[in-house]
């Protein structure tokens, strides 16, 4: 069985940096072709993709954000860890860890967390 | 980055009756795109991926077809569970997700 879930601060200051961590089981981030996402979604906004990191430690990141943004994995804990830096009110929202679909190059969001609600403000 | 364009913005529709949600990439992204169901306060559910495989355990009633750049979500006889927000997103060239269409239980 597939679970993740976020965990960090509800409560950030501007200019902060922000550091999320995701906690997974029922796979392996060292597995072929396993692969995990970080995800926001603003109040009363869309979704948006924040950044990626594969089983081979390959790691991409929005444009938008990618100069803020560190993505990191400790396979031993089952942990994803996402780092932003510079937090802004505008930053605030849910942030969602979910696994990519192992199966195909291009794949999905398959499994998702249950969400972190994060609020930037001073 | 691709841009993904739903529409409507808000459905209403009656119990029992058809729902057509409908989704646009400014790029043509194949069969590489999902949708998701989003209930308040929950984290986005997998309905269907591949543009038109349903998920484990989504009821019939939910289809997706189309490819390239023109999507549908039908949903063919509208329960009130099904009230939520749907987006879709394309997962062809990195990720974006579409502004979703609330769907209405009238």
């Known amino acids: 069985q597939v679970t993740l879930k976020e965990s960090g601060p509800a409560l950030v200051k501007p200019t902060q940096t922000l550091t999320l961590t995701c906690t997974f089981s029922g796979f392996s981030l060292n597995a072929l072709g396993m692969r995990m996402a970080w995800i926001r979604q603003s109040p009363g906004k869309a979704l948006e993709w924040l950044a990626r990191i594969d089983w081979d430690e390959d790691k991409f990141y929005s444009s938008s954000l990618k100069s803020r943004l560190n993505i990191s994995k400790d396979t031993a804990k089952n942990e994803v860890v996402l780092t932003m830096a510079n937090m802004d009110p505008m930053d605030t929202g849910t942030y969602y860890c979910a696994r990519i679909d192992p199966v195909n190059d291009k794949a999905y969001f398959d499994y998702w967390g249950q969400g972190l609600l994060v609020t930037v403000s001073s | 980055e691709i841009v993904m364009t739903q529409s409507p913005a808000t459905l209403s529709v009656s119990p029992g009756e058809r729902a057509t949600l409908s989704c646009r990439a400014s790029d043509s992204v194949s069969t590489n795109l999902v949708w998701y169901q989003q209930k308040p306060g929950q984290a986005p559910r997998l309905i269907v991926y591949?543009?038109?495989t349903r998920a484990t355990g989504v009821p019939a009633r939910f289809s997706g077809s189309g490819s390239g750049t023109e999507f549908t979500l039908t949903i063919s006889s509208l329960q009130s569970e099904d009230s939520a927000v749907y987006y879709c997103q394309q997962y062809h060239n990195r990720y974006t997700f579409g502004q979703g269409t609330k769907l209405q239980i009238k």
């Open positions: 591949g543009a038109s």
